[in-house]
């Protein structure tokens, strides 16, 4: 878990945050300078505060608007949710990769459960491709192919190992987050806080899993 001092840095890291990009946004829909450009920029979400730093009453309303914002994008009914993590409880993670046929059905499930992007195609589980051979010599994560495209799996001779967030019990990614989009839960899950990240990368090169 975060240190207090840590977590007062950020604090003051997400308000030079915030004021920041108020003026940025202000000035690029100054810049734009088309009639309603500045209305189709979604100020309230781009501005709204850090998730950790919301009241329950400011949760419910950003619950409601995005149900509402998605139910109209996909034309059906969606639901969405904010449920805090459970007290006494501290979740683990585990994966018998001897039974991983590189199937990939667990990266397409993580895409419809969390709604990634189709186009372009974000995935957040990538399943490698090894040579046998390597598990006797050592696994090195950068010979691992997640670009094999079979006709059919597990093919002759490889086996396979899906990469994933792991959850750490000291997770890197989140001491080096700069504005403190991304922390663990005391249920040990890292989760993000998407309209506070701003794409720097750090938490991908600080993961050790690549």
């Not at 997400?14 to 810049?31: C, D, I, P, Y």
Request: a negative charge; proline letters at 5%; hydrophobic letters at 35%.
């Amino acid at each position: 878990m975060s240190s207090p001092e840590k977590n007062s840095e950020r604090e003051v890291r997400g308000a030079s945050r915030r004021e920041f990009l108020k003026t940025a946004a202000v000035g690029a829909a100054a810049a734009v300078g088309a009639p309603g450009a500045a209305q189709a920029f979604d100020f309230e979400s781009f501005m709204q505060k850090n998730f950790r730093q919301m009241s329950e009453e400011e949760i419910d309303e950003v619950v409601d608007r995005l149900s509402r914002k998605y139910s109209k994008q996909y034309g059906k009914d969606v639901k969405v949710g904010a449920v805090g993590p459970m007290d006494d409880v501290v979740y683990g993670y585990g994966l018998d990769i001897s039974r991983c046929i590189g199937c990939r059905r667990c990266v397409y499930a993580c895409v419809e459960e969390n709604n990634q992007s189709r186009d372009p195609e974000i995935q957040w589980i990538r399943v490698l491709e090894f040579e046998r051979e390597s598990a006797i010599r050592g696994i090195d994560m950068e010979e691992g192919n997640p670009y094999y495209d079979h006709e059919t799996v597990p093919a002759e001779d490889k086996f396979y190992l899906p990469v994933a967030c792991m959850h750490c019990e000291d997770s890197p990614c989140t001491n080096v987050c700069p504005t403190g989009a991304t922390w663990q839960e005391p249920d040990g899950i890292v989760v993000i806080d998407y309209d506070w990240c701003i794409g720097c990368r750090y938490c991908m090169a600080a993961c050790p899993y690549g």
